[in-house]
């Protein structure tokens, strides 16, 4: 199977909101609601932000927020803050034999 | 607090193979499975299997279900993956995760560098 398709980058100014897309097919993101989004800081482990589309493990600020529809998934953060800047990578169930797939993660940027 | 301790960074010689060990401390460890996450450097994750601490079920990426073995040891707590006939395309920090489900990664460990270099 093939990642799912993240933008490479976005960007956006302090106290903005910015989206991140991933974009699967009806064989993973579009059959099953089990979509995991993760933060990674340069050298640093990836933190679970998002799962199950939409649901914030305990901790996680209100200003993460996820979402679904049809093949693609979304990111957004809004409140924009210097600490945002990181990778963030897209994870999604795929039924078969490679269960998990991916995204090839995007680069957000606090301007 | 939940907390997975990895082994060591390893360097091997192309053809070699590679035990990682991650210890969990903080939970009831057969109450969640363990996945296996590798990033190579520079590049995003790759999910590289799952085992199922409970009664040791394993799911394996298809890319590479030949070369790994994932196991656990319950009276310590311990997870294993073994990957052989490594080459210089496994050179990657290897992670192992928390899972209840194969897809849910809540709380990882600090990574194992895995260095494949003649």
């Known amino acids: 199977q093939s990642a799912l398709t993240q933008p490479a980058s976005v960007s956006g100014s302090p106290g903005q909101s910015i989206t991140i897309s991933c974009t699967g097919t009806?064989?993973?993101?579009?059959?099953?609601?089990?979509v995991s989004w993760y933060q990674q800081h340069p050298g640093k482990v990836p933190k679970l932000m998002i799962y199950?589309?939409?649901k914030r493990p305990s901790g996680i600020s209100t200003r993460f927020s996820g979402s679904k529809s049809g093949n693609t998934a979304s990111l957004t953060i809004s409140g924009l803050q210097a600490e945002d800047e990181a990778h963030y990578y897209c994870c999604s169930y795929v039924a078969g034999t490679t269960l998990v797939l991916f995204g090839g993660g995007t680069k957000v940027t606090v301007l | 607090q939940v907390q997975l301790v990895q082994s060591g960074g390893e360097v091997k010689k192309p053809g070699a193979s590679v035990r990682v060990s991650c210890k969990a401390s903080g939970y009831t460890f057969t109450s969640y499975g363990i996945s296996w996450v590798r990033q190579a450097p520079g590049q995003g994750p790759e999910w590289v299997g799952w085992?199922?601490?409970?009664?040791?079920?394993?799911n394996y990426a298809q890319k590479n279900q030949d070369r790994v073995t994932m196991t656990t040891d319950t009276s310590t707590r311990t997870a294993y993956m073994d990957l052989r006939s490594l080459t210089s395309d496994d050179t990657a920090v290897y992670y192992c995760?928390?899972?209840?489900?194969?897809?849910?990664?809540?709380?990882w460990g600090k990574g194992t560098t895995v260095t494949v270099s003649s």
């Open positions: 009806s064989g993973d993101v579009g059959s099953y609601n089990l």
């Open positions: 199950e589309a939409n």
């Open positions: 995760a928390r899972a209840a489900f194969p897809y849910h990664m809540d709380v």
């Open positions: 085992i199922n601490t409970f009664n040791g079920d394993t």
